[in-house]
């Protein structure tokens, strides 16, 4: 990755970051202030229902106060205790109820059965538990009604003085539609109220579970239906198990816009059983448009901000990373031989002082290049005139005693002369045979002849090495030639005959190494990418300093060499864009190393 595009990375992330964060802060902030505004009007509007609650209790309270307080109702119930004939008083809640603006009104007798019901006229006669409700607190019942459904409603239950045994009035209020529609309600806010099913008889013993599972239909507001009721399901099974009011966030749908945050109350009898579940809802429609508004600006912002991000990128680029592409060029050609390369100046900053500082180490090192390729030459025809004087002389020594033997022998007989001369002109032969060997070693090192590739098997090459120097014996000594290749392919693109030659010299080398005997391993494998080959002996081995110095020219470990075979190896080697290196410890033997590219294809 570029400098170019690490800038642009950084201040895009740096940007996104900040934004993400400031943008993150104020969601969590404009929720809590709507959640805090939303449970304050919750709590507002719970605290107006309970003033209405008990406004209505006091209602119903006062109006069973005032039945039971009339003379005729005193008298009806003196007459009924009397009497014990409750015929002629039927249809006398219906009249009363009516009087009173009371929605339910039965009259109990002093055994607790029903004497009359303004509600439901034939249940003359049936037992009235809430009769025995020896509270003067107003109570919630389900009432049952003649068309076998049942209302909620606010009870309250008095006892008509004058009469003993007790008569008793048990009067109340529909707690329905009717009753949420005079709430006081915020805009924003529905208010409903979830009823449960059941018969009136069993709400002394109802568990707080409720008589049965939730049904949408149940849930009704001042207007009516609740739009999404299903979804108060789980809320309201909640405050109706616990019996302790719940709150929570309702999806209505699957638009965020119709969520609405939730809090259930459960309302119950004097029993503590829940009997109905109040639910108040406020709309979240305003906080998820403030939400989507900050996400719509810090989505802007980021984008302003990215595309800001961009242009300053590409300003430091221009000003940094393009500079230093261009450095880097340089340098690459620097390395790759191109010693006069020169970069442009721009500017005196601290970029355009590298710059400057780079043009002059060329510079330098184009001067030191002339100088170090001078001080190469002489040194070169130094040694090559140590060498050549070093070589020529041991040669040139009985050459020199040769012809002055056969000047002292010009004065004897000539019969030894001849004997003389024949001896002399064949040490004469073999020393000059000897000098045309160094020189011809000299030549074939100068001169090195151009590969003419070709593209073999590694396998070939190796089994021809091989089969040259197969198991002989020397002097008495059994040295071994073995090959180990790869079953694989090992194409590679080389001069067979060059190749071979330096291999051949390895070999040659290795059975040197073993005075004594032993093995000389020839291995082709692939690796990675390349060939490699190896030529291993069991010899002495070679120490570390040997190793260093091994292919330098003129160096020999032998008593009688000149130092070039393995030097003309690694020049045969890098002719090829291969590499040679040797692998040793003394005493175990040395292992030449040769890796050549693998050819494609």
């Known amino acids: 990755m570029s400098l170019r595009q690490r800038l642009l990375l950084l201040f895009s992330l740096t940007v996104a970051a900040a934004v993400a964060a400031v943008a993150w802060t104020v969601l969590v902030r404009i929720r809590q202030v709507f959640e805090k505004r939303d449970q304050e009007e919750t709590a507002l509007f719970v605290s ?10 006091s209602e119903v309270a006062e109006a069973v106060d005032r039945i039971a307080a009339q003379e005729r109702v005193r008298g009806m119930a003196f007459e009924l205790v009397q009497s014990n004939d409750a015929a002629p008083y039927l249809n006398e809640a219906q009249a009363l109820a009516q009087d009173a603006q009371l929605d339910f009104l039965e009259i109990v007798g002093p055994d607790g059965n029903i004497v009359s019901s303004a509600q439901w006229p034939a249940r003359f006669g049936y037992a009235e538990p809430a009769a025995s409700e020896g509270s003067q607190t107003p109570f ?30 048990v009067g109340g209020k529909r707690l329905d539609q009717g009753f949420l529609a005079d709430l006081p309600i915020a805009p924003g806010m529905q208010v409903a109220l979830y009823s449960e099913t059941g018969s009136a008889t069993n709400d002394a013993g109802a568990t707080g579970r409720g008589a049965g599972g939730f049904d949408s239909k149940r849930l009704v ?10 979804q108060y399901a789980s809320l309201i099974d909640q405050a109706r198990t616990s019996g302790e009011q719940q709150s929570g966030t309702l999806y209505l749908t699957t638009r965020r816009e119709d969520s609405v945050s939730a809090t259930a109350i459960p309302l119950k009898n004097s029993a503590g059983n829940v009997l109905a579940v109040l639910t108040v809802s406020i709309s979240r429609s305003g906080l998820v448009a403030e939400q989507q508004q900050i996400r719509a600006i810090a989505y802007g912002v980021a984008g302003g901000g990215i595309l800001l991000a961009i242009i300053f990128s590409l300003w430091i680029a221009a000003r940094v990373s393009r500079p230093v592409e261009e450095l880097a060029r340089a340098a690459e050609e620097v390395a790759s031989g191109s010693w006069d390369t020169r970069v442009p100046v721009r500017g005196r900053d601290e970029v355009g002082v590298l710059a400057r500082s780079f043009n002059h180490m060329t510079e330098q090192l184009t001067n030191q290049r002339e100088k170090l390729v001078q001080s190469e030459r002489v040194a ?12 020529l002389k041991n040669p040139l020594f009985p050459l020199q005693l040769t012809v002055e033997n056969l000047v002292r022998a010009r004065q004897l007989p000539a019969a030894e002369f001849d004997e003389v001369f024949s001896e002399s002109t064949q040490t004469l032969s073999m020393e000059i045979a000897n ?10 090192f100068s001169k090195m002849p151009k590969p003419e590739l070709e593209r073999i098997d590694a396998k070939d090459l190796v089994a021809r090495v091989r089969v040259l120097y197969a198991t002989s014996s020397e002097d008495g000594l059994k040295i071994s030639v073995e090959a180990d ?4 392919p090992m194409p590679i693109m080389v001069d067979p005959e060059l190749m071979h030659r330096a291999l051949s010299n390895l070999v040659l080398n290795a059975k040197d190494a073993m005075p004594e005997g032993g093995t000389v391993t020839i291995s082709a494998r692939l690796k990675d990418e390349d060939v490699e080959l190896r030529v291993a002996d069991t010899g002495q081995g070679l120490t570390p300093e040997e190793c260093e110095r091994l292919f330098t020219p003129y160096y020999t470990t032998k008593q009688h060499g000149t130092g070039l075979g393995l030097a003309i190896v690694q020049s045969v080697v890098s002719d090829h864009a291969g590499t040679i290196a040797v692998e040793s410890r003394e005493g175990r033997g040395a292992t030449f190393v040769i890796t050549l590219p693998r050819a494609e294809g």
Do not use: C
């Open 485 to 488: 290749v790869d079953s694989r």
């Open 435 to 444: 000098l045309k060997k160094i020189i011809g070693r000299f030549s074939d």
């Open 380 to 391: 070169a025809w130094r040694e090559l005139a140590r060498r050549l004087a070093h070589e």
């Open 221 to 230: 507001s001042a207007g009516g239906d609740v739009p999404g009721a299903a």
């Open 48 to 57: 107006q229902f309970q003033r209405e609650f008990q406004h209505r209790s």
């Open 140 to 169: 919630l019942k389900r009432e049952e009604l003649s068309d076998d459904s049942s209302v909620l409603g606010l009870f309250a239950v008095r006892a008509i003085r004058g009469a003993e045994p007790a008569v008793k009035l």
